[in-house]
């Protein structure tokens, strides 16, 4: 299995990024497909998750209406779609995909920096 982030990098606040997480080794069009946040010495919160077929998705109170999490089952990736990205949005962001039998996998995580 490999989850390969990419997309992070320095923004000015209020400006966007996209990530994207392309999948391998494993049924993506079945698993449940995440985005977490961490910052150091915090633990990994949730951002955002596109439930299989992506049928639904479910946001963090503090990214909703910004952010936006869509996959492509074709191309076996998912992404986020960032705006007005604030300072507190700083983080390591990583993706996460929870199989069919209920397996979690981690990407190696991309950095997202927001500052003026």
């Known amino acids: 299995v490999q989850l390969v982030e990419s997309g992070g990098g320095l923004v000015q606040p209020g400006g966007s990024l996209r990530l994207s997480c392309a999948a391998s080794?494993?049924?993506?069009?079945?698993?449940?497909m995440s985005w977490y946040r961490q910052t150091p010495g915090q633990e990994r919160d949730l951002v955002a998750s596109?439930?299989?077929?992506?049928?639904?998705?479910n946001y963090a109170a503090g990214v909703k209406g910004r952010f936006t999490i869509s996959r492509d089952n074709a191309k076996n990736t998912v992404y986020l779609q960032m705006n007005s990205l604030e300072p507190e949005d700083t983080a390591v962001y990583y993706c996460?995909?929870?199989?069919?039998?209920?397996?979690?996998?981690w990407g190696q995580g991309t950095q997202v920096t927001v500052t003026s």
């Open positions: 996460d995909a929870q199989d069919e039998r209920d397996r979690d996998y």
């Open positions: 596109s439930f299989s077929a992506g049928a639904s998705t």
């Open positions: 080794g494993f049924t993506f069009s079945r698993a449940a």
